[in-house]
């Protein structure tokens, strides 16, 4: 199985390597879009389905928090996971990401098994990538 990515950060060299060490970890990635900003997020949002988002927070015009309250106030948006990452690593940073609806948070630098880790724990899948037991072989059926 593999996923809809979106990569939001105002460095162009960044969402590079983000992009890389998510490839690096083997997470199976099947489109990995890019925004700028979280106004730029928001627009790839309203044309594309995404599974995960990965959004830095210091970025102009809307910043990752922002991006955070616009995607709670979303009936469609508000259930997409969203991972900050950020090098700013301190307690209340973290809290404030957390109480904003993140479900995950990876200072940086990280590495490509930290990367992983998180993204299937977001996500909700095992280790391999995939949903828990495929119902459909366990012979119960309700009709």
């Given at each position: 199985m593999s996923f809809?990515?979106?990569?939001?950060d105002d460095s162009n060299s960044m969402r590079s390597v983000i992009k890389k060490i998510i490839s690096l970890s083997g997470f199976k990635m099947d489109q990995c879009m890019e925004a700028e900003n979280g106004r730029e997020?928001?627009?790839?949002?309203?044309?594309?389905?995404?599974?995960?988002?990965?959004?830095?927070?210091?970025?102009?015009?809307?910043?990752?928090f922002q991006l955070l309250n616009a995607l709670k106030d979303d009936d469609l948006l508000k259930d997409i996971p969203v991972i900050i990452v950020s090098t700013?690593?301190?307690?209340?940073?973290?809290?404030?990401?957390?109480?904003?609806?993140?479900?995950?948070?990876?200072?940086?630098?990280?590495?490509?098994?930290?990367?992983r880790k998180i993204l299937y724990d977001v996500i909700g899948v095992n280790n391999h990538g995939e949903y828990g037991n495929n119902e459909a072989d366990d012979g119960d059926f309700d009709f």
């Open positions: 809809n990515v979106l990569i939001v997020a928001l627009d790839i949002l309203g044309k594309s389905w995404v599974d995960v988002i990965i959004s830095d927070i210091n970025m102009p015009e809307m910043n990752g700013e690593s301190r307690e209340g940073r973290m809290m404030e990401a957390y109480s904003l609806g993140a479900k995950g948070f990876i200072k940086k630098p990280f590495l490509p098994e930290e990367i």
